[in-house]
């Protein structure tokens, strides 16, 4: 019978007021520290991220219209020709398109922050520390952007951004969006050309700041997010430390008086494996309710979220009957000490408790494949309404690491008592 090794397990643990601590208070704590200082942040907030931006125009461009429509007038096109062409050129007139579709949106008014200010005042704004970039038209350059999209002149001068190297995030903002606007107006300029209304063009086909969800699906949260990276992260604990007390039983001599009772080795293998299961389902549990009382972190599926509990639990407990077999291979403590200070380290960072991994689709690949990361992307995905299905990949993840580590455990695992060879 393993029941009684199994309750003698699990009393190792509950009797041990310091790793219960460990266990459950810390990573309370960090939750509660990284979803506050972090929450503006991974919330998606913007009251953090504002640009004052100067707008200087050195031309005029109602007198650099004008001029265009002389040089129209003047050219070898028929008379609807010059009509259309000059009637499109007035409703594209760069600078007011960039100040009113771009600059002028409700959305973009949350980060940035228009001042138009005179030529002569350019000198006084670069010494300026409170903006963050200055955006400055060079005279002629309406006349030379309508000269190049209708009568095919070469481009002549344009627009400088001036960058405050002190504020690099929205100055460099600024810059991309002014990029991104200006694709988007070349494009309006050829639709006018063929015949279809430019206005219409730009309100329809550039919409900057209108962020919508893909899908209908639940935003993470910083308090999501740290909830379920701390629950795998400090679950892997267990495993760790159901091996160092199992190791601990073998200098005490416990197991050399199992094996003269005549109980097979195998029992006490797979009361630690079965020990570490419960545990690390009691801890997530206990972790996730917390989280449900004081910060509303609520799955909207209990049975997907019990069966990705369940996963993660037998990968821990097969995490720590291999630390259990090796630690009794080797006759060492230092196993289960390493794998309790850096391991753990190591496999939080690859799966991403600590924060998104941005390193591309080879990091994002590997924290799928370790268990504690397979097991947040599962979280995650059943949290946003995800069903059963689409974890399945990740389920498997966590239940092959278990199983392998069963097997490897079982073969390493020594036979017989007293000091291993």
Request: glycine content about 10%; some cysteine; aromatic content about 10%.
């Amino acid at each position: 019978m393993m029941i009684p090794f199994i309750k003698k397990q699990l009393s190792l643990m509950i009797r041990n007021p310091q790793v219960l601590l460990i266990l459950l208070g810390m990573p309370i704590l960090l939750i509660t520290i990284l979803g506050f200082a972090l929450g503006d942040i991974m919330n998606g907030e913007t009251g953090a991220i504002e640009a004052k931006v100067g707008f200087v125009v050195e031309g005029d461009q109602a007198a650099e219209l004008k001029e265009f429509q002389g040089e129209v007038d003047e050219s070898s096109m028929s008379p609807q020709e010059k009509k259309a062409v000059k009637a499109a050129a007035g409703g594209l007139l760069p600078i007011d398109s960039l100040k009113k579709d771009l600059f002028g949106s409700k959305e973009v008014k949350k980060f940035i922050h228009l001042k138009e200010k005179d030529p002569k005042d350019l000198d006084e704004l670069r010494g300026d520390d409170d903006y963050s970039a200055i955006i400055v038209f060079s005279k002629g350059y309406t006349l030379n952007m309508l000269r190049q999209a209708f009568l095919g002149g070469s481009q002549g001068s344009g627009i400088n951004i001036i960058k405050n190297e002190g504020k690099p995030l929205t100055a460099n903002m600024v810059s991309d969006m002014m990029s991104s606007y200006q694709e988007q107006y070349s494009l309006a300029l050829q639709a006018g050309k063929s015949g279809i209304d430019p206005e219409s063009f730009l309100n329809e086909g550039s919409s900057f700041g209108s962020v919508e969800k893909m899908e209908d699906r639940q935003p993470l949260t910083s308090m999501t997010y740290f909830a379920v990276g701390m629950s795998v992260m400090f679950v892997l604990y267990i495993g760790t430390n159901m091996g160092r007390f199992a190791f601990l039983e073998k200098e005490d001599r416990v197991f050399d008086r199992i094996i003269l009772a005549g109980v097979s080795p195998w029992k006490y293998l797979w009361s630690v494996l079965i020990s570490t299961i419960i545990l690390s389902f009691l801890q997530i549990g206990i972790l996730f309710g917390a989280c449900a009382i004081f910060y509303g972190v609520r799955f909207p599926d209990l049975g997907s979220f019990l069966i990705v509990t369940l996963c993660i639990c037998f990968a821990v407990g097969g995490f720590g009957a291999l630390i259990t077999a090796f630690s009794y291979k080797g006759n060492t403590e230092s196993i289960s000490s390493f794998f309790s200070s850096i391991g753990v380290a190591v496999l939080a960072f690859l799966g991403g408790s600590f924060g998104p991994l941005a390193s591309g689709k080879v990091m994002e690949t590997l924290a799928d494949l370790v268990p504690n990361g397979a097991a947040m992307t599962a979280y995650f995905k059943i949290f946003q309404g995800y069903g059963i299905q689409e974890v399945l990949p990740n389920l498997w993840v966590m239940l092959g690491f278990g199983l392998i580590s069963i097997v490897v455990a079982s073969i390493v695992f020594p036979k017989e008592g007293g000091q291993a060879v």
